[in-house]
């Protein structure tokens, strides 16, 4: 099962549980939402998307806990005004889910691709951010925030990993390691782990970005030494002001990875393609990785960061 269709199948059964759950879809996966006994809580605006928001907005307003859906630049790029004013300024609670990812779907070309979406997201205060790396992870994370009434941004993704990782949110240790820290995020768990097999490094995951675990990554940080990696499936830097917020009185360095900033793909290519270009594939990890860890001066301290 896909993070797509886990996404469905959570949202059906929630629906079918509380009758304070809507959704808003703007055409996108429409075909995959059509039991009946639902019609009066699913709302279809077409392709409007800056509509789909709006309408969310409205409904929070009105007692419901909205849910709406897209593709990644059609719920956060193209409507990210609504986003700001009808959610955020308002006050007013919805679950945003996106589909595609950064590059899930190039033969679409860049209209479908949207490796900013987080750094976005991050303009705005108080959003929670989901970046699940399996379909499991997807259902325990929307379980937990129809619950709730905050604003969230629920990230999906056709890359996976191996096995889910569900133990709420905040760093978890995968790998105990002496000679740096690890950040996974996400569906980057599975290039990282391939890639750091033969180095002696700690390996953290996450699949909740914001709130960023602060204390988590501290104490990793003591027990190991102080060069951090920050692996992330989107544009790359996205998350490296928290990292040094948490570490600002600790002496380190640190390496962001993510979908580059420095050049626009302008071929279609394949996902596998877009990942092995931006360095995120387990080769293209390793190297920058062992590069970077090598940068410790001899008596195995790390450069203070600038």
């Known amino acids: 099962m896909s993070m797509r269709e886990q996404f469905v199948r959570t ?17 996108i996966s429409s075909d995959r939402f059509t039991e009946a ?7 279809n605006v077409g392709i409007r998307e800056q509509a789909m928001v709006g309408v969310a907005g409205g409904l929070a307003l009105a007692g419901m806990r909205p849910v709406l859906h897209s593709i990644t630049p059609f719920v956060v790029e193209r409507p990210f005004e609504q986003l700001k004013l009808d959610l955020s300024h308002q006050g007013t609670g919805a679950i945003a889910v996106s589909t595609g990812a950064s590059y899930d779907y190039p033969t ?21 951010v989901h970046v699940p790396g399996h379909p499991a992870e997807v259902d325990a994370l929307l379980r937990r925030e129809f619950a709730h009434d ?7 993704s056709d890359r996976v990993n191996a096995e889910p990782l569900v133990g709420g949110p905040g760093w978890h240790r995968v790998r105990h390691g002496r000679e740096g820290v690890v950040l996974a995020v996400g569906p980057m768990l599975a290039p990282v782990l391939a890639a750091t097999a033969a180095m002696d490094v700690t390996v953290l995951y996450t699949a909740t970005i914001r709130p960023f675990d602060t204390g988590g990554l501290r104490a ?35 390496l962001s990875l993510g979908v580059r900033r420095d050049r626009e793909l302008r071929a279609y290519g394949t996902a596998d393609e877009h990942e092995a270009a931006h360095g995120l594939g387990p080769s293209g990890l390793a190297g920058e990785i062992a590069h970077f860890l090598r940068g410790q001066d001899e008596s195995g301290g790390a450069s203070p960061v600038a």
């Open 11 to 27: 949202t059906t059964e929630a629906m079918d549980a509380d009758p304070r759950i809507a959704l808003v879809l703007a055409e």
């Open 37 to 43: 006994r639902h019609a009066d809580r699913i709302f």
């Open 108 to 128: 679409a070309g860049r209209t479908h691709m949207a490796p900013g979406d987080v750094a976005l997201i991050d303009t705005l205060p108080g959003w929670t």
């Open 150 to 156: 905050g604003t969230v941004y629920l990230r999906l």
């Open 220 to 254: 990793a940080v003591r027990a190991a030494h102080p060069d951090v990696v920050l692996v992330e499936p989107y544009l790359r830097g996205t998350s490296t002001h928290e990292v040094t917020a948490a570490l600002a009185d600790v002496p380190h360095r640190v």
